[in-house]
């Protein structure tokens, strides 16, 4: 597998010099007086911004608005003379890259349900060999890091190099406060294998609602993420797609104007003297709890040997209750949350029960 190392600078392909890339539109292009007033409203507030719209919408059901087709590519030819902003739009097939391609898109994306499909992505980097368009892709609906790269791979090996991967969350059965699970640890995992890949923030479609948008803005540019995709619409209460999830251009506004860049590496000597004793103390705190948890699996080791020479079962519910909530509750009294001790303590009773099986069945 050719590794991604001509990865160009995402600054090089956006035009612009800082962080964060911001992107910002209607998930769906409807109609143009709809498209020209948004954008109109965006570029008011920052004529660097990306303008975004779907035009080809992949949608969970049939019959529901499944985007305007061709004729939007017009309304973003049109955005670009009128306001001077780059333009985006979702591929899904090899004719939507042609027909962006043909109409002067400057970026594409691909969408979270084409990048779980392997055809699909090969098809998109087919159509894209020989062409220079910076090309962005989201993590796939599932929670999977390597479908992730692995459509991100095949993208480059078509010689694509402005290349960028959109986190836009994960689905989740199940309660969640979300609409898709923010899985922070899945974009970590792409940055730590692709250091040179620009990671971007979509946390409309993390959020589904507008409230948690600003919180989770603020987290990915605290997590180092270089750029945020958020979806706009001059009325979002009509719109034809994700109503609920897209901010008016007045609050997009607000969001930029209170987003904190923090510097990745502060240049100050006394800071960085500081922040290294610090981190002294946590490697120390990090061993300590290492030899902890290896005596705490040695006595583990030790009842097994017990309860099987004695004929016991392993897993005893009661005092496995005892321990949860007295661990929960000491805790608490400590300062930690509750849900770290639970899920810290699921985490240490799964490996006791899986060291004390083994022994039994040996
Ligand atoms: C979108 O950006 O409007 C969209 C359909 O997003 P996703 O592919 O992340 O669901
Ligand atoms: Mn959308």
Redesign the pocket.
């Known amino acids: 597998m050719k590794p991604l190392l001509n990865i160009s600078s995402i600054h090089t392909w956006t035009g612009k010099k800082n962080k964060p890339i911001i992107i910002s539109g209607p ?2 292009a409807e109609n143009e007086t709809q498209v020209m007033s948004t954008a109109k409203a965006i570029a008011a507030i920052d004529s660097s911004v990306i303008f ?1 719209a ?1 035009i080809w ?2 949608r969970t059901r049939p019959n529901s608005f499944e985007g305007v087709g061709t004729i939007g590519l017009k309304w973003l030819q049109k955005v670009k003379q009128e306001t001077g902003m780059k333009v985006t739009t ?1 591929v899904a097939n090899a004719k939507h890259v042609e027909e962006c391609l043909q109409s002067g898109v400057d970026i594409v994306w691909i ?3 084409t990048t779980v499909s392997p055809f699909a992505v090969q098809e998109i980097a087919d159509a894209l060999k020989g062409v220079d368009i910076p090309v962005m892709i ?1 993590n796939p609906v599932n929670p999977d890091l390597q479908l992730w790269i692995g459509a991100i791979e095949r993208i480059y090996q078509a010689g694509v190099t402005k290349l960028a991967a959109i986190h ?1 969350g994960f689905h989740s059965y199940g309660n969640s406060p979300f609409r898709n699970e923010p899985n922070w640890e899945i974009a970590v995992g792409l940055r730590l294998a692709y250091p040179s890949l620009p990671i971007i923030c ?1 946390p409309s ?1 993390i959020c589904g609602n507008t409230e948690l948008i600003p919180y989770i803005s603020q987290k990915a540019l605290d997590m180092e993420m270089d750029g945020l995709m958020i ?1 706009t619409h001059i009325m979002p209460g009509i719109a034809k ?2 109503a609920k999830q897209q901010l008016t251009p007045v609050q997009l506004k607000e969001l930029l104007s209170k987003l904190v860049v923090r510097e990745m590496i502060s240049q100050n000597k006394e800071f960085i003297d500081q922040l290294t004793q610090l981190r002294t103390h946590i490697n120390n705190a990090d061993d300590e709890i290492l030899q902890v948890l290896m005596k705490r699996m040695q006595i583990v080791r030790e009842i097994g040997q017990y309860k099987k020479d004695n004929n016991v079962t392993i897993l005893q519910a009661t005092r496995w209750e005892e321990i949860l909530n007295t661990r929960i509750s000491n805790g608490q009294m400590m300062g930690l949350s509750e849900e770290l001790i639970r899920k810290l303590y699921h985490l240490i009773h799964d490996e006791s029960i899986r060291i004390q099986t083994e022994i039994m069945n040996k």
């Open positions: 998930c769906s975004r779907g919408k992949p979702e969408g979270a349900r989201k836009r979509d479609h979806e797609s994700d």
